[in-house]
């Protein structure tokens, strides 16, 4: 590849990147409802779980991560977990099949109140909408991350974020964005002056 053609399909995909980024803009009021949401199930003294495939899946870890640890302040960690240990995805995909792996974890794990972030760029992954059905019928409350179609997730989620973009590298970076935001509101919803958890 010529340089001045890598110079170009850069250029393109950074303007395709700040379009998405300034598309998200619109559902600022969306993503704050989320926040809150959120800032509820924490201060109810419910969990989060997250889960993904591929990609997604390393944005579920991310989001964890950063509520377990620390995003921008230092503070007390909020109880966060992540479906992805491989022992056992591996375990009970070995014996019974993948798509369900999600699933047996929520109905194990999840408990009225508590939240699953379940995230797709299709919206259509067979384990992530088994998994949000469970985190429905176990009593908690799901937040899907899609691409702009919402796949069958948008109608099973409770509440959908959706990066608008069909191709899904640009989603990708729409979700990561949409969590750091919620990364930084909760904490100072939780954390941030005059605030008590």
Same mark, same amino acid.
């Given at each position: 590849?010529?340089?001045?053609?890598?110079?170009?399909?850069?250029? $393109?995909?950074?303007? $395709?990147?700040?379009?998405?980024?300034?598309? %998200?803009?619109?559902?600022?009021?969306?993503? =704050?409802?989320?926040?809150?949401?959120?800032?509820? #199930?924490?201060?109810?003294?419910?969990?989060?779980?997250?889960?993904?495939?591929?990609?997604?899946?390393?944005?579920? *870890?991310?989001?964890?991560?950063?509520?377990?640890?620390? &995003?921008?302040?230092?503070?007390?960690?909020?109880?966060?977990?992540?479906? *992805?240990?491989?022992?056992?995805? #591996?375990?009970?995909?070995?014996?019974? +099949? &993948?798509? #369900?792996?999600?699933?047996?974890?929520?109905?194990?794990? *999840?408990?009225?109140? /508590?939240?699953?972030?379940?995230?797709? #760029?299709?919206?259509?992954?067979?384990?992530?909408?088994?998994? $949000?059905?469970?985190?429905?019928? $176990?009593?908690?409350?799901?937040?899907?991350?899609?691409?702009?179609?919402?796949?069958? =997730? /948008?109608?099973?989620?409770?509440?959908?974020?959706?990066?608008?973009?069909?191709?899904?590298?640009?989603?990708?970076?729409?979700?990561?964005?949409?969590?750091?935001? %919620?990364?930084? %509101? %909760?904490? +100072? *919803?939780?954390?941030?002056?005059?605030?008590?958890?």
């Amino acid at each position: 590849m010529r340089d001045a053609d890598a110079l170009e399909r850069i250029d $393109a995909g950074l303007a $395709a990147s700040a379009r998405l980024k300034e598309a %998200l803009r619109l559902q600022g009021a969306q993503i =704050l409802n989320v926040a809150r949401q959120l800032e509820q #199930t924490f201060r109810s003294g419910g969990r989060l779980y997250a889960c993904g495939n591929g990609g997604s899946a390393c944005d579920a *870890m991310h989001l964890v991560e950063e509520l377990v640890a620390r &995003y921008k302040r230092d503070r007390p960690g909020l109880p966060a977990h992540h479906l *992805m240990d491989a022992s056992t995805l #591996t375990c009970w995909s070995n014996d019974y +099949e &993948y798509a #369900t792996a999600f699933q047996r974890q929520v109905r194990t794990l *999840m408990r009225p109140g /508590d939240a699953l972030v379940a995230i797709s #760029t299709s919206g259509n992954s067979p384990n992530i909408l088994l998994a $949000a059905e469970a985190a429905i019928e $176990a009593g908690g409350w799901c937040l899907g991350l899609t691409g702009e179609s919402g796949g069958k =997730l /948008d109608s099973l989620a409770s509440v959908t974020l959706k990066a608008p973009s069909s191709a899904t590298e640009r989603i990708q970076e729409g979700h990561i964005t949409i969590i750091h935001l %919620l990364c930084e %509101l %909760l904490e +100072e *919803m939780l954390f941030g002056e005059g605030a008590s958890v």
